[in-house]
T-cell receptor, first 114, second 113 residues
Framework: KAGVTQTPRYLIKTRGQQVTLSCSPI?????VSWYQQTPGQGLQFLFE???????NKGNFPGRFSGRQFSNSRSEMNVSTLELGDSALYLC?????????????FGNGTRLTVT | TQLLEQSPQFLSIQEGENLTVYCNSS?????LQWYRQEPGEGPVLLVT?????EVKKLKRLTFQFGDARKDSSLHITAAQPGDTGLYLC?????????????FGKGTLLTVNP
């Protein structure tokens, strides 16, 4: 069974640009969550999607958005990039998105904003 | 906002030593999970503890959930270089069915041969 696939693995952007990251969950998983990981703040929850609906959202500005498609693949978009957006962005999928359904993480997209 | 504090932040030991890392909060979590993350990879789930006072063993790793479900510990016996990595605890917030985990900042463990 293929794991969670995130593309691209690395991205370099300049301030003010926008970026789109992609996540393909494990086959059969309908919940996709996104996390931002930085050395200073650790992993912080961005949002979670289930069956194309955003069910939960973390404390990030509106520049961070996401969506989920009917095949459960998900994208997240960051507009008007800032230097502080440099981070590892992790996507995780689970079967149902509830406590009894463990998370499976991808290897992340490393975003560098210059 | 529920917070999880992990300690120590960094730990460097010799192969064969024992160690314990801690995960503490002032909030109650419905479950607590431990992950290990290696460089260039995403976190991998090691264990989930749900019941207060629960103890789970995974080979040389022993996980304990506090009686009040606010804290947890991970004990590694006879550490090996392959145990090197970032150990993260994550709490599932009580109530609701949505899956939102609060992560600690992690303990970076280095086991030297």
């Amino acid at each position: 069974k293929a794991g969670v696939t995130q593309t691209p693995r690395y991205l370099i952007k300049t301030r003010g640009q926008q970026v789109t990251l992609s996540c393909s969950p494990i086959s059969g998983h309908r919940s996709v969550s996104w996390y931002q990981q930085t050395p200073g703040q650790g992993l912080q929850f961005l949002f979670e999607y289930f069956s194309e609906t955003q069910r939960n959202k973390g404390n990030f500005p509106g520049r961070f958005s996401g969506r989920q498609f009917s095949n459960s693949r998900s994208e997240m978009n960051v507009s008007t990039l800032e230097l502080g957006d440099s981070a590892l962005y992790l996507c995780a999928s689970s079967f149902s998105g509830t406590g009894g359904s463990p998370l499976h993480f991808g290897n992340g997209t490393r975003l560098t904003v210059t | 906002t529920q917070l999880l504090e992990q300690s120590p932040q960094f730990l460097s030991i010799q192969e064969g030593e024992n160690l314990t890392v801690y995960c503490n909060s002032s909030s109650v979590f419905s479950s607590l999970q431990w992950y290990r993350q290696e460089p260039g990879e995403g976190p991998v789930l090691l264990v989930t503890v749900v019941t207060g006072g629960e103890v789970k063993k995974l080979k040389r790793l022993t996980f304990q959930f506090g009686d009040a479900r606010k804290d947890s510990s991970l004990h590694i016996t006879a550490a090996q270089p392959g145990d090197t990595g970032l150990y993260l605890c994550a709490g599932e917030e009580s109530g609701g069915s949505n899956y939102k985990l609060t992560f600690g900042k992690g303990t970076l463990l280095t086991v030297n041969p």
